[in-house]
């Protein structure tokens, strides 16, 4: 029975725990993603680097209220720094669709220009963020580190193998449950998230019972910033902020956003879980967990993992092309391939 | 070639006339050959783009298959590593094969449905377990024999030359079965998944050390050109730098990079001329019809698919073959050095930039691109110099401004596509109709 204990312990510690907090974070990137694509219905490349933009600028805010003495305790400042990098990722979303997608949106461009258009805003935010911040690791986490520590939870169950939870984890599953109730009902119940998703199913229907095709971009816009500087914060908070990594999130993001259906907002969060749990799981080493489920002295040879730690992003790939194979329109039946 | 084509062209001469005076020939002719060898990746996405509307954002990953086939096919084979892993190799080989043909057996035999899923994949997993017995031993022997030096397999001990079409075929390959998992899927689904191809050859290159050395890296490839210090030493050619009056090492220096140069200018120019002639045939012409308007083509009887797979295959190619060349130029293979914004958005920025469509645009666009990459980074240091003059020594403020300068140049890379974009979305040499004489 200990055994049982010892190795959901070791389970929850390694895969649970990690996959729900990496899966919350995918989820938001995922959402961000897929509201720009079922209004603008485009792939926004530059995804990636508005999450950086706004995390850089919850930094400057989290350092500047650490001057101040404004902190939180035992939450981490970068809380209510937030607003302040929200609103400078809404800044320049709205700036760059007025410059760069505006005009292709007037002129009726295929989707493909919009996806190049987005390549160039990515290098420029690219450049833009390395140019402000530098590309060092920056960790900008303060207030207190654990929930629940090991040493605590072994002392409370007696068990051998310990569990903690990282108040960056807690906090990420809190975020992510108030961030999706709100835009579920946004979406749901309020008149403008009716009309996005009026105008996400049929463009021309929306626009004949008078929506407004401005507003309702600005709208996405808005929406997508603001996920796309929580993820990136909350991310930064985990693990630590590095301008690219989260270029290289980008991946695990369209993977999830295409795994639950593109366009389709529940897909999304779905989609993140799927692909935060499958990366977790395939590159998780079960020996030890086999050692506690097997029989007394038995040990499995080698370190039983599916894929080395360095293939995480393969992972992300791999369900891609398997969704691509099998169901292309993703779990939820996402827009039109 | 249009009088503004030539103009273009001529002003790009004069630019690396310009830095061979101003700075020093040596910097100019680098950056000639990577101009040159910027061109053919252009060239080779332009087939894809600008030809067919593909859209593939995995030019790194072509790139780096293309580097190490070119790799791979040069250096010398490591013997011993051979020898204690070479009986696992095959039963891994064996293996792979049986797999493979029990999947097609499956595929072939059962109707399609769950059952065949399930088929599948339980020939996979018995596959990829019996795999592991051997492969797992193999890797841990070949990497154990002199890890500092070889840890590796090695190659095949032939010319490098003959690496460059392999680099090529290579690419090739891995392009085949991308295309045919995400082409007739929305163009979108095509980006990410090359995206996505990238970064798994970069991790699969970076990892499997038996195979390629890894971030190790592998050094000392053979060369297709003389070495400096050989001209050095032969008497004839210290009597050529005595009476042109340059130093014998800059002289030699100056020499490999020419001989690299003239290389890589005949095979620019030998894909140029195909690439033209395949431009303005009936199948270029049948390509642009099907860019222009899929399902007139469709209705005109022509396969859509095949020929989208074929100019996919085609233009990777092309990619691999310059990938190939860079590694033989650097003269080492680094698997470190790939990355996205270096080798997939500058490629298609200078695409763009130079007229997509146009292969002479294309060629401009490598060019005028790289040259303004690398000489950005001394523009930018020169400026953060003045500012420095103005914010003061030492200051924190100057601190940020010489670590922000050199990614100035991808935000400055990034405004110009948005530019170009928006302002003349035909690039600098906008792809022409030719109209009957």
Known sequence: MDDLLNAGALFANFVLVPGISYGSQLALCALGLTIIFGILRFANFAHGDVMAFGTMATIFATWLFQDLGLTIRPLPTALIAMPAGIAAAIGICLATDRCVYRFHRRKRSPAIMFVIASFGVMLVMNGLVRMVIGTKDRSFDDGARFILKVREFRDATGLQEGLAIKVSQGLTVAVTCIAGTLLFWFLQHARTGKAMRAWSDNEDLALLSGVSPERVVMVAWLISATLATVAGTLYGLDKSFKPYTYFHLLLPTFAAAIVGGIGHPLGAVIGGYVVAFSEIALTYAYRKFLIYLGPEGWQPEGLVQVLATEYKFAVSFIILIVVLLIRPTGIFRGKVI | ?437
């Not at chain 2, 700075?23 to 990577?34: D, E, H, R």
């Not at chain 2, 190790?216 to 053979?222: H, I, K, M, P, S």
């Not at chain 2, 690299?260 to 045939?281: D, I, M, P, Q, R």
């Not at chain 2, 222009?292 to 691999?320: C, P």
Request: glycine share 12%; with cysteine; proline share 4%.
């Open chain 2, 1 to 437: 070639m249009s009088t503004r084509g030539m103009f273009c062209l001529a002003a790009m001469a004069v630019l690396l006339v310009i830095t061979g005076l101003g700075q020093s020939w040596v910097v100019a002719l680098s950056i000639l050959n990577l101009c040159l060898i910027s061109s053919i990746m252009a060239l080779g996405l332009n087939m894809q783009w600008g030809y067919a509307g593909l859209f593939n954002v995995g030019v790194m990953g072509f790139a780096a298959l293309g580097g190490i086939a070119a790799t791979l096919v040069s250096v010398a084979p490591v013997d011993a590593a051979w020898d204690i892993a070479g009986t696992d190799l095959a039963w891994t080989g064996i293996t792979v094969f049986f797999t493979v043909l029990a999947v097609i057996l499956v595929r072939r035999l059962m109707d399609p449905g769950r059952w065949r899923m399930a088929a599948t994949t339980v020939v996979l997993l018995v596959g990829w377990g019996v795999l592991n017995r051997f492969f797992d031993p193999a890797v841990e022997a070949i990497e154990s024999v002199d890890p500092a030096r070889t840890g590796f397999l090695g190659g095949l001990d032939l010319p490098v030359l003959l690496g460059w079409p392999a680099g090529g075929l290579a690419a090739a390959a891995a392009a085949w079965l991308i295309a045919r998992v995400a082409l007739g899927l929305r163009a979108d689904y095509l980006a990410i998944a090359t995206l996505g191809i990238a970064e798994m050859v970069i991790a699969v290159i970076k990892n499997e050390d038996w195979l390629t050395r890894g971030v190790r890296n592998v050094t000392g490839l053979d060369r297709p050109v003389p070495y400096e210090i050989g001209l050095q030493q032969s008497s004839r050619f210290q009597e050529l730098a005595a009476s042109l009056g340059i130093d014998i090492q800059t002289a030699s220096t100056i020499a490999v990079k020419l001989c690299y140069a003239g290389l890589f200018t005949a095979v620019l120019a030998g894909l140029l001329v195909l690439a033209e002639k395949a431009l303005h045939s009936p199948w270029g012409r049948m390509m642009r019809a099907i860019r222009d308007n899929e399902t007139s083509a469709a209705a005109m009887g022509k396969d859509i698919k095949a020929r989208h797979l074929e100019i996919f295959v085609l233009g990777a190619a092309v990619i691999g073959v310059a990938g190939a060349m860079l590694t033989t130029l650097e003269g080492q293979f680094t698997p470190g050095s790939y990355q996205p914004l270096r080798f997939t958005f500058l490629i298609w920025v200078m695409v763009i930039i130079g007229g997509s469509g146009n292969n002479w645009g294309a060629v401009l666009g490598g060019f005028l691109v790289w040259f303004v990459w690398i000489e950005a980074e001394p523009a930018g240091l020169w400026l953060a110099g003045h500012l420095l003059a103005i914010a003061g020594e030492g200051s924190t403020v100057a601190g940020y401004i010489l670590d922000g300068a050199p990614y100035m140049r991808v935000l400055v890379m990034g405004l110009i596509l948005l530019l170009v974009l928006r302002f003349a979305p035909g690039g600098l040499l906008p792809a022409q109709p030719r109209r009957p004489a």
